[in-house]
């Protein structure tokens, strides 16, 4: 078999490396990655270029401008126009340059902010979305109607997966813009160095939210990418073709912050501050398109924080901001 050239645009990320890890020992496998001082995402000459001259057999499509409730409200400007750029530029250049299999990565914030649990991906377009990250959402959208629209046209296989909260090694641990896991992950790291006597915690514990592993989220890729055309055919449609990848399994807020306790070996007493807003009672992606591909989850969640937590100790120096 020819030599797969397989390009991952986003590499240096959280799911972007992960995805070099899942991918680096594949035999007859070539990985061909830019930095952004090589290859700017956003300047479609530039990506057309590339395409043009790199030969690549596959593209998995990781890269974007991503950040927490904050960032998305201070430049929603930034985020619906470098997003669309960058799938735009990659996906109408791969099919330019002749690239058939692309996959490309999305996010749980593409469904309804009321919709029903667990979010099956029908519920795709049937209602309004999360003001905050709007912009974001209608980005990420608009990157599976590409997919769907160069299939539909050209007879391309470009697919889309659609992740749950990720979290895991090259997680963004900022104290101020990080999502829930690293910032909860750090708090309880400085309380335990401080032998502080408590952690608090915002909120009632009550609101539920489903966790995946990055290397897991990095395996669903691959399979869904490499599956056989008839089998992804056959469970999914032309027009609704993107596939969720979570565990299926949620958790509170409370069992969260429990566990993270044991994982980072915090011996003082867990608070939560009541005043504090809860956000969306429940977030849980349904995943049984996924399982009839033949895919599921096998990182627990306590094993994934522990992963996580000897990552973070390895690389304090470079988190520290």
């Known amino acids: 078999m020819a030599t797969q050239r397989i390009f991952i645009a986003g590499h240096n990320g959280m799911v972007g490396s992960a995805l070099v890890r899942q991918l680096e020992n594949l035999p007859d496998s070539q990985l061909i990655v ?6 700017n995402l956003v300047d479609q000459h530039a990506v057309q270029q590339f395409f043009k001259a790199a030969n690549i057999d596959q593209v998995y499509l990781a890269a974007a401008k991503v950040g927490g409730i904050h960032a998305n409200n201070e430049y929603p400007a930034e985020f619906i126009y470098e997003n669309l750029m960058i799938e ?3 996906i109408h250049a791969a099919h330019l340059a002749g690239v058939q299999k692309l996959l490309f990565l999305g996010s749980s914030c593409i469904y309804p902010k009321m919709a029903e649990q667990p979010m099956t991906e029908a519920a795709l377009l049937t209602g309004t979305l999360e003001p905050t990250n709007e912009p974001y959402a209608i980005a ?4 599976i109607k590409l997919c769907e629209s160069y299939n539909r046209q050209y007879g391309r296989d470009y697919r889309s997966v659609m992740p749950t909260n990720l979290y895991g090694e090259n997680d963004n641990f900022h104290p101020e813009n990080s999502h829930v896991i690293p910032a909860m992950m750090r708090r309880f790291h400085e309380a335990k160095l401080a032998n ?4 608090v915690v915002w909120g009632s514990g009550k609101p539920m939210r489903e966790f995946l592993h990055v290397n897991d989220m990095a395996a669903a890729s691959v399979h869904v990418m490499n599956l056989k055309n008839e ?3 056959a469970n999914t449609q032309p027009m609704l073709s993107h596939i969720n990848v979570g565990t299926g399994v949620d958790c509170t807020i409370r069992e969260l912050a429990e566990t ?3 994982v980072v070996g915090f011996k003082g007493d867990l608070v939560f501050d009541t005043s504090k ?3 969306t009672p429940r977030k849980l992606m349904d995943v049984s398109r996924l399982k009839a591909l033949g895919w599921q989850a096998s990182i627990s969640l306590e094993d994934g924080l522990a992963n996580t937590y000897q990552w973070f100790l390895q690389h304090q120096e470079r988190l520290r901001g």
């Open 231 to 233: 089998i992804y055919q």
């Open 88 to 90: 735009a530029n990659i």
């Open 34 to 39: 830019r930095n952004r001082n090589e290859l």
């Open 260 to 262: 993270m306790k044991k």
């Open 277 to 279: 807003p809860d956000g």
């Open 196 to 199: 502080a006597s408590q952690v």
């Open 140 to 143: 990420k959208i608009a990157g």
